[in-house]
């Protein structure tokens, strides 16, 4: 058990619609990153968040957007869903203290969209 | 420049054998080379990693090589078993702030009993 909670871990909508993901990450963790997971692309970097503010954006899409709250959690919503979408979603957390920081990423066991 | 390419996209290897996964990347700026392991319906987990400084780093059976002048690693499974078949991921980080990983394209492995 790695420590970071992700909700839900299934999801099916229909296209055009909204969703939201919610991450818990690991106790005092204070960064929180979200990766896509997809069969053709493996893993991609969408977007990480430390203390509540944005740090680092990778491939994430204008329909998404995410945020960190002030108890840390953070949730990624999806909007105006596509086919292409249907992916597995996973939240990872470091870093209780960057100076202690050994690099490593603790992962969710994912959620998982399916668009129809 | 921010890829990490990796092969094979899959690799079959009999029990006790030797299981040898290639990464390569283009930035230099890189400085933290990890690998993950994912389970089926689990989330990746550090199996090991390395920095620039050291060519090489053993953890039991577990063994990265590291070519920094041809930008290049390596993951080495010594004495393979079947409960090392799951999918193995590089990775790569350059900022100590953000720490974000940009990953491999990852690789089944499957061990045969």
């Known amino acids: 058990d790695s420590g970071v909670t992700q909700t839900p871990k299934h999801l099916i909508t229909a296209t055009g619609q909204r969703v939201t993901l919610r991450c818990s990450p690991r106790?005092?963790?204070?960064?929180v990153y979200w990766y896509q997971q997809s069969l053709d692309q493996g893993l991609q970097f969408l977007i990480q968040?430390?203390?509540?503010?944005?740090?680092a954006k990778g491939n994430i899409l204008e329909r998404f957007s995410a945020q960190q709250f002030p108890d840390l959690h953070s949730e990624l919503n999806l909007s105006s869903l596509e086919l292409g979408d249907s992916a597995l979603y996973f939240c990872?957390?470091?870093?209780?203290?960057?100076?202690?920081?050994?690099?490593?990423?603790?992962f969710g066991e994912g959620s998982r969209l399916t668009v129809l | 420049q921010q890829q990490v390419k990796q092969s094979p996209q899959s690799l079959i290897v009999q029990k006790g054998g030797i299981s040898i996964i290639n990464c390569a990347y283009e930035?230099?700026?890189?400085?933290?080379f990890p690998w993950y392991q994912q389970f089926p319906g689990k989330g990746p987990a550090l199996l090991i990693a390395?920095?620039?400084?050291?060519s090489e780093k053993k953890e039991g059976r577990f063994t990265i090589s590291f070519n920094k002048s041809a930008k290049q690693f390596s993951l080495h499974i010594m004495d393979s078993q079947p409960g090392d078949s799951a999918t193995y991921f590089c990775?790569?980080?350059?900022?100590?702030?953000?720490?974000?990983?940009?990953f491999g394209t990852g690789t089944l492995l499957a061990v045969q009993p």
């Open positions: 990872a957390s470091s870093a209780r203290h960057l100076a202690a920081n050994t690099g490593e990423l603790f």
């Open positions: 106790s005092g963790d204070l960064s």
């Open positions: 968040y430390y203390n509540g503010e944005e740090r």
């Open positions: 930035n230099t700026a890189f400085d933290y």
């Open positions: 390395i920095r620039p400084d050291v």
């Open positions: 990775a790569a980080s350059h900022d100590g702030a953000t720490n974000k990983l940009i």
